[in-house]
């Protein structure tokens, strides 16, 4: 079992700065997939930033450059650096853990935060 804690969020203007950041408590977080969700009202959730247990790393496009996704084992946290924000970034910003087993039987263990607000506005 993973417990996930986002903190972080905020107002802040257009061209401006947030990070992210999610605190797991439970075991084994080194070896979780972690990533940054967010969903904007009306839409549906879409992947913002992954991280691997190997430190790999992908963006959605309209992120590239802008956001960076980083984890530190030693302490159970994965963080979001968000710079030059723009309005459309604005969503509630969520933070997963997922990890796939395959043995003895496939299985895929999910956690979800509760989520925290981004609003980019002047």
């Known amino acids: 079992q993973v417990q996930l804690v986002e903190s972080g969020g905020g107002l802040v203007q257009p061209g401006g700065s947030l990070r992210l950041s999610c605190a797991a408590s439970?075991?084994?977080?080194?070896?979780?997939?972690m990533g940054w969700y967010r969903q904007a009202p009306g839409k549906q959730r879409e992947l913002v930033a992954a991280?691997?247990?190997?430190?790999?790393?992908n963006y959605r496009d309209s992120v590239k450059g802008r956001f960076t996704i980083s984890r530190d084992n030693a302490k159970n946290t994965v963080y979001l650096q968000m710079n030059s924000l723009k309005p459309e970034d604005t969503a509630v910003y969520y933070c997963?853990?997922?990890?796939?087993?395959?043995?003895?039987?496939?299985?895929?263990?999910?956690?979800w935060g509760q989520g925290t607000q981004v609003t980019v506005s002047s």
């Open positions: 439970g075991s084994s977080f080194s070896i979780y997939r």
């Open positions: 991280v691997t247990s190997s430190s790999s790393t």
């Open positions: 997963n853990a997922n990890r796939v087993v395959l043995t003895p039987h496939p299985f895929e263990y999910d956690y």
